[in-house]
């Protein structure tokens, strides 16, 4: 992390991330002590896919944008200790404010200006989401920006208390085992951001029991509506109804997690002498030209690229 003293405060950079300047360095910010100089602690780090950073100071900060830079990045903010306030204009036009206190977490967009107040002594954990990396969805990620009943969602409160021992427990994972933690993460804050706009029944069981079905089956490369109505002894009319109230189509909800899956096989270094399209099969993608169109439109990237950049870092 890097640190340079200016007029209106002190612009820390580098703490995400690759090593660059002030003036272009993604996560550049000013930050704005209640002492003469700001001296906290950080402790960076990665997981996996996942830039992150660990932040402890007995000074109450004020925190906001060096400079605008537009990237399709969010922020995941988490008080570990302490209390704080995050203010952001949210997608609907309006201001918003979430407040902190002790494992409260907050999400919130890299492109907009923001706001983040911590109150000393604060320990305050910070994670660099990037959707195409990680697979998250991007609408739901500005819907869920500073809004408050995220932390709420079951899904948000297993995540906070992971995140709240990864500081401690970082140096006992293996490269694979960050890795793996990575993909938990993205998990459990996608179905937190589910959960925002899940109006369906709470329990579904026939959802439930067709979705643990198609999750044993994905294998097969004749997984398919009619196979999956048949089945379970359902009309396949009736199949698509249940899943349209869920907001998915049951093609689209099959290929996002065969993607989902072989983008983390991908990742596994100890898949990294495996063809993509052994991985692929595996997950029961057939298609060279499928594979590479779906994954291209899923992650932005071909599998291949995907994999040389996960090599790359």
């Not at 890097?2 to 360095?25: F, I, K, M, N, W």
Request: proline share 6%; charged share 25%.
């Amino acid at each position: 992390m890097h640190r340079v003293e200016r007029s209106r405060g002190t612009v820390v950079h580098t703490y995400l991330g690759q090593p660059g300047t002030a003036a272009d360095d993604r996560d550049a910010v000013l930050v704005r002590s209640s002492t003469p100089t700001y001296r906290a602690d950080a402790n960076s780090w990665q997981l996996g896919r996942i830039a992150a950073c660990d932040f402890r100071d007995p000074a109450d900060v004020v925190v906001t944008p060096w400079r605008p830079v537009r990237r399709n990045v969010f922020y995941l903010g988490l008080q570990l200790a302490g209390r704080g306030s995050l203010t952001q204009r949210s997608c609907d036009g309006r201001e918003r404010s979430v407040e902190l206190t002790a494992g409260g977490m907050v999400v919130y967009s890299h492109d907009q200006p923001f706001r983040l107040s911590l109150a000393g002594p604060y320990h305050y954990l910070v994670l660099e989401l990037v959707p195409a990396e990680l697979g998250l969805d991007e609408r739901g990620l500005r819907h869920a920006a500073v809004n408050a009943e995220l932390a709420a969602t079951p899904s948000a409160c297993l995540l906070a208390g992971l995140l709240g021992e990864l500081p401690d427990q970082l140096p006992r994972l293996g490269t694979i085992s960050r890795f793996e933690t990575a993909d938990v993460v993205a998990t459990l804050l996608s179905g937190g951001l589910r959960s925002l706009h899940d109006v369906s029944p709470p329990a579904d069981r026939l959802f439930d029991e067709v979705l643990s079905w198609i999750e044993e089956r994905l294998h097969d490369p004749d997984l398919a509506p009619d196979a999956i109505a048949s089945a379970h002894h359902i009309s396949t009319r009736y199949l698509h109804k249940v899943f349209s109230r869920h907001e998915v189509t049951v093609a689209g909800y099959v290929r996002a997690r065969r993607l989902e899956l072989l983008r983390r096989d991908l990742g596994d270094p100890a898949k990294a002498l495996e063809p993509v399209s052994a991985l692929a099969r595996r997950r029961g993608i057939l298609d060279p030209s499928y594979l590479s169109k779906a994954f291209r439109s899923r992650y932005q990237v071909s599998p291949r690229e995907y994999r040389n950049r996960l090599a790359e870092r």
